[in-house]
Nanobody
Framework: QVQLVESGGGLVQAGGSLRLSCAASGRTFNNGAMGWFRQAPGKERDFVATISWSGGSTYYAESVKGRFTISRDKAKNTVYLQMNSLKPEDTAVYYC????????????????WGQGTQVTVSS
């Protein structure tokens, strides 16, 4: 079993930045991709970004391209999401997820999920 714990959320003004972290513990896997998703009130959980095991491949939702950057530190079993130029529409609960396999943007493919961290962007 893999446990994922997110941190770094909070309240920020529009145009500001936040960095989310996701620490993996437990029975970690050796070749899995990791991703970030977000869910706003009353909406579905949407894909934000994903990164391959090696870190060599990344994909982003169109709405965050150029503003968000996903990265990972394999030695620390941690994945990060640097969020810049934040907008009120980025307000959501952000979830970290891990998949035992190749990089994917499909929510249903992910095997493990964190509890989420709230990000609120004020206008």
């Amino acid at each position: 079993q893999v446990q994922l714990v997110e941190s770094g959320g909070g309240l920020v003004q529009a145009g500001g930045s936040l960095r989310l972290s996701c620490a993996a513990s437990g029975r970690t896997f050796n070749n899995g991709a990791m991703g970030w998703f977000r869910q706003a009130p009353g909406k579905e959980r949407d894909f934000v970004a994903t990164i391959s095991w090696s870190g060599g491949s990344t994909y982003y939702a169109e709405s965050v391209k150029g503003r968000f950057t996903i990265s990972r530190d394999k030695a620390k079993n941690t994945v990060y999401l640097q969020m810049n130029s934040l907008k009120p529409e980025d307000t959501a609960v952000y979830y970290c997820a891990a998949v035992r396999g190749v990089i994917t943007t499909r929510r249903n493919a992910y095997d493990y999920w964190g509890q989420g961290t709230q990000v609120t962007v004020s206008s």
